[in-house]
Each structure stands twice: as C-alpha cells, then as structure tokens.
C-alpha cells in the first residue's frame, strides 16, 4: 500500500478543481466578470465547448474507435484511403490546427483571468496596507496622547511602565 492509498481524505481531497465554487464559497471577483464577459460571446463559449470536449478522454476514445475503422476499412467507405492513409493524414493535421488554437484561446483565457486576479489582489492589499498604516499612525497618535495626559496627571515614566509590565497591579 502506497502512502497515498493509506491517507485519510479530508473534504476537500473530494473537490477537483474544476468543480464549481461550494454553496458557502464565492468565486473570486476578477473570476465573477470574465465569466460575465465569457457569456455575453457565442464564439468564446463555443471554444469554451470545444477545448473542454477536447481535454475529456471520451475525445481520445472516439479518435482510437475512428482511425482504427478507418485503417481497417481503408477509409470508412467514404473514400478509397490505402496505406500510408494519405486523406486521414490530412484531416487529422487539419484537426491539430484548429485543436491547437482552441488551446490557445484556453491559454490567453487563463493568463486574462491571472492578470484580472494579479490587479484585484494588489488592490485589496493595498487598500489593506493603507488602512493598517492609518490605524498604526493612530495608535501611535493615542500612545502620545495617553502619556502626555499621564504627565499632566503627575504620574511618572516609572510608574507608566510598571504599570504596562505588571497591567494586574493598576
């Protein structure tokens, strides 16, 4: 028995990643516009469709049971194809072509949606610095602020930080 066959599996070992976002999860936001985008346009879905069926094994499986008839018949009964099966050759590198600009599109699809993502990410954290940055200048500010009361009160820079070591004994 490998490791992997022994391991428990969390929840999460169940989920492919290409499984729609659970009930209590949101897609990201960059990921909720280009499907928005991706929708409104019959050919980006279409291409969607087609690199999708392309990616499955049901695709190679209908490939094998094709060229193995048509090699076996001598091309299907369609046409008269002997050895070295010159008209599948051109097909099938007429299929290559088109496949390979639907990965293409799947490609450029992919790296829209990581510099979609990238832009979102780096706006948030931004935002959150900014804001991490003004609630530091803040407690700063009220730091001072405390302490100039407490020497206005009288009370000494010792007993400040006896009383910030020992805070039980205030």
Do not use: C, Y
């Not at 280009?34 to 279409?46: C, D, F, I, T």
């Not at 091309?75 to 008269?80: D, N, V």
């Not at 099966?85 to 790296?111: C, D, K, P, Y």
């Not at 990238?118 to 001072?144: G, M, P, V, Y």
């Amino acid at each position: 028995m490998t490791t992997t066959e022994g391991a428990k599996k969390g929840p999460e070992a169940d989920t492919k990643a290409t499984d729609p976002p659970g009930p209590n999860l949101l897609p990201h936001p960059a990921m909720v516009d280009l499907l928005a985008e991706r929708a409104n346009s019959w050919q980006l879905r279409l291409a969607d469709r087609i690199t999708a069926f392309a990616g499955a094994m049901i695709f190679v499986w209908i490939h094998a049971v094709l060229f193995g008839l048509w090699i076996a018949t001598g091309g299907l009964g369609l046409t008269h194809d002997p050895f070295p099966f010159n008209f599948l050759t051109m097909i099938v590198s007429l299929e290559a072509i088109f496949l390979s600009t639907f990965v293409m599109i799947g490609q450029n699809r992919q790296a829209q949606f990581a510099a979609k993502k990238a832009e979102h990410d780096f706006n948030s954290q931004d935002l959150e610095l900014k804001k991490n940055t003004r609630l530091t200048q803040a407690t700063h500010t009220n730091t001072l602020l405390i302490h100039l009361l407490a020497h206005k009160a009288g009370i000494s820079d010792a007993d400040i930080q006896h009383a910030i070591a020992n805070p039980s004994t205030v």
